[in-house]
């Protein structure tokens, strides 16, 4: 009988059972030979829900035998890190594992720092946003910061396979994975997700049943992109969305757009960087996009989600790319697109190559603005809206199109 998640009952040991993050655990990588050598570093973990973060730490502390204290920055304050700390000072070699530590506020995490740099607690952080954001520049330059990648599908087909090799009852439940293209979708490379999606299948599913993706699909339900409002996510997009337009790519434009919109992104806020790079980036070459990007805001203020994204995008283009951001889910923002306020993000390779549109001749320089997995997708084609001349004279003046493809 289940007594805890699936992602629980099967969670990994051993660097041996670990699933992805070969970069990071794989043999001869950097944190694989730092704990073999028995002497890891004070880290922050960083990445996706569902990639490793915490299996990680748990790995690190069964591996090297040493006293492991676990808090979550949700719950935890700076009375508990301190009980922590004063304990630790009779453990050698404790590790403290802070589950979410970007929720931390700038005194829970000054409260670590002594101990961190007299050692007298080895700091494991884990978090989904980035710590040159969230993380105090004293904290952080005490620390390694590895980064995770989100599971490739290859790596999810490896979980699953375990999942049915280890766990009793969903071996008994003898259940026939036939598609995993649904699951892939749905999971987003969360192996969190996925798990919980197959114990979720299996449960309604009768014994020797075949899985299909229309199965997952309709007991799934609805795909929810992930998208937040204020994480990292919000800027990489929103930088994607801008840098699209400025390139002229209406594609791309339409698509970044669809992200934030099904993620919930307030439409005033899109609006507003609308009118901003009106000004910016257009400016007096066509003064008119002013005032349309301004009627385009005042319009979007009066009629509100959800008419209001077809304000934004128009409803030619907008249905195509809603169906690209439910059908493939949380693609990633092109590294060369995202901003790079921070020296880690730079070295990250956050904006590398990029290439300012206005830097060229004719305001134009080819690159792609799409997820590679979505690179070519047309989903503006001005023929198909020919009786609607004001339309694309916006669109033109606001995305400086070409129009010749």
């Excluded at 996009?289 to 009629?303: P, R």
């Excluded at 249905?319 to 901003?339: C, E, F, M, T, Y």
């Excluded at 590398?352 to 070519?376: A, C, I, R």
Aim: neutral net charge.
């Amino acid at each position: 009988m289940k007594q805890t998640p699936l992602a629980e009952r099967i969670r990994p040991t051993t660097l041996s059972e670990l699933v992805g993050q070969d970069h990071l655990t794989g043999k001869k990588s950097i944190l694989r030979t730092a704990i073999e050598n028995g002497k890891i570093p004070s880290m922050i973990l960083w990445g996706p829900p569902g990639t490793g973060k915490t299996t990680i730490a748990n790995i690190i502390a069964n591996t090297l035998k040493v006293p492991f204290f676990q808090l979550s920055a949700i719950s935890a304050g700076v009375k508990d890190v301190r009980e922590v700390i004063e304990e630790s000072k009779t453990k050698a070699g404790a590790i403290l594992f802070i589950d979410e530590i970007h929720r931390f506020n700038k005194g829970q995490q000054d409260a670590l720092l002594g101990a961190v740099e007299k050692g007298i607690i080895t700091l494991i952080g884990a978090t989904t946003e980035n710590p040159s954001f969230e993380v105090n520049g004293a904290l952080l330059s005490r620390c390694q910061v590895y980064v995770l990648k989100p599971l490739t599908d290859d790596d999810l087909r490896k979980l699953i396979q375990q999942a049915i090799e280890k766990d009793e009852w969903l071996k008994n439940k003898n259940i026939i994975i036939k598609e995993y293209e649904a699951l892939f979708t749905i999971s987003g490379g969360d192996a969190r997700k996925i798990l919980n999606l197959i114990e979720l299948c299996a449960d309604v599913m009768k014994e020797g049943e075949e899985l299909t993706d229309k199965k997952v699909m309709d007991i799934a339900q609805q795909r929810i992109a992930l998208y937040d409002k204020s994480g990292e996510q919000h800027y990489d997009i929103i930088s994607a969305f801008i840098k699209s337009i400025r390139g002229s790519d209406p594609n791309a434009a339409v698509y970044w757009l669809a992200r934030m919109i099904e993620g919930g992104e307030d439409v005033k806020f899109i609006a507003r960087r609308l009118v901003i790079l009106a000004s910016e980036d257009i400016g007096n070459a066509n003064p008119t996009a002013l005032v349309l990007a301004n009627a385009a805001f005042e319009a979007v203020n009066k009629i509100g989600f959800p008419e209001s994204s077809i304000i934004l995008s128009q409803c030619a283009t907008f249905g195509a790319a809603q169906s690209a951001v439910k059908q493939h889910g949380d693609l990633s923002v092109p590294l060369h697109i995202r901003n790079a306020p921070t020296r880690l993000m730079k070295n990250l390779g956050y904006g590398k190559d990029y290439q300012y549109s206005h830097s060229y001749d004719n305001n134009f320089s080819p690159q792609e603005y799409l997820p590679k997995e979505l690179s070519g997708t047309k989903f503006y084609d001005p023929g198909k809206n020919a009786r609607e001349e004001e339309l694309r004279k916006f669109l033109r003046s606001l995305w400086k199109e070409k129009y010749n493809y």
